[in-house]
């Protein structure tokens, strides 16, 4: 439907025609303004990670610990850059983050009645989010302080 007002037309979107409209939205978005982060783009949301987590044997299989650890790291990574721009790799190194897992990884076993709710995967995934988010802020509140430096500096000039 098309009506006329002032020197234009406008077309009035119809009911049942904003469902295709929001798919040409994705399309469009997906052509245009695409992720940042290709690289990442196979990721499974949160809850299909943490269902998938609870089939492995992370207890007593070191490697499946390893894929649980990998997976967890992709997501953030991923996170990270979207976000912040910033890269894992830029905020821990590897032994750092592989004591922090290490270091999880007891604490859920120790506790695992108490944390078996959220589930390893959660557990691990939530706090080496918070563990590198902390690095991340501090990060960022150093980018934004060299930013207010050199807008001071030129106008200064």
């Known amino acids: 439907m098309t009506r006329t007002l002032g020197h234009g037309k406008i077309d009035l979107i119809q009911p049942g025609v ?11 978005k997906q052509k245009f303004a695409p ?40 997501y953030l990574d991923s996170d990270f850059r979207e976000k912040c721009g910033i890269r894992v790799d830029q905020l821990a190194d590897r032994a750092e983050i592989r004591d922090c897992f290490r270091t999880c990884r007891r604490l859920y076993q120790e506790e695992e009645r108490l944390f078996q709710r959220l ?37 200064a000039a």
Do not use: P, Q
């Open 119 to 155: 589930g390893i995967y959660g557990f691990l995934h939530v706090n080496l989010e918070l563990w590198l988010g902390g690095k991340a802020c501090h990060v960022m509140d150093a980018r934004r302080e060299a930013a207010e430096r050199l807008i001071r500096e030129s106008d």
């Open 18 to 28: 904003s469902s295709r409209l929001a798919g040409m939205d994705n399309d469009l």
């Open 35 to 74: 992720r940042r982060n290709k690289r990442y783009a196979h990721l499974r949301r949160f809850h299909e990670e943490a269902a998938w987590a609870n089939t492995l044997d992370w207890k007593t299989n070191d490697y499946d610990f390893y894929r649980l650890t990998r997976a967890i790291l992709d």
